[in-house]
């Protein structure tokens, strides 16, 4: 199975994919090291933020283990205050829903991990992920006479 971990550092994303097999078991807001991960990333220590399984429920921080649960939400992390009546954004007070969250600990059913840098290593991320820090093309208006 192939995690994708998105890792975010003051303000810049960098996509990394592994298939390592040490993350299952880890939960979020845990620290591992970078090499865990990969091990061009050694000397980097990371925190799990997030995480989202293979059909797109998000991770909870307060769900102990892995399995799915439906859970009673007010306005918060996992829900807008928002509801939509005709096409116009009313906010609502006292709005609950129930949705389905993933616990905290990645699984084999988890696809997607979310980290931040703690600590950084040796080698600085741009120099580890050239590939994605290729600035944007931009691109060519048609331009009509």
Avoid: C
């Avoid at 975010?8 to 996509?15: E, M």
């Avoid at 998000?58 to 992390?77: P, T, W």
């Avoid at 205050?81 to 709005?95: A, D, E, N, Q, T």
């Amino acid at each position: 199975m192939v995690f994708k971990i998105n890792l975010g550092d003051k303000g810049k994303s960098w996509k990394i994919e592994t298939d390592n097999e040490a993350l299952i078991g880890k939960k979020i807001g845990e620290k591992i090291e970078g090499k865990e991960i990969k091990s061009d990333l050694d000397g980097y220590e990371l925190e799990i933020t997030g995480t989202s399984d293979k059909a797109g429920f998000a991770g909870s921080k307060d769900i102990e283990g892995f399995a799915l649960k439906r859970v009673l939400l007010s306005k918060g992390k996992f829900m807008k205050g928002w509801k939509k009546r005709r096409k116009k954004r009313i906010k609502v007070k006292g709005l609950r829903k129930k949705k389905t969250l993933r616990g905290n600990q990645i699984s084999k059913d988890t696809i997607q991990i979310n980290a931040k840098v703690i600590k950084h290593g040796h080698k600085k991320l741009e120099e580890l992920f050239a590939e994605q820090n290729k600035p944007k093309e931009k691109k060519e208006e048609a331009k009509t006479a």
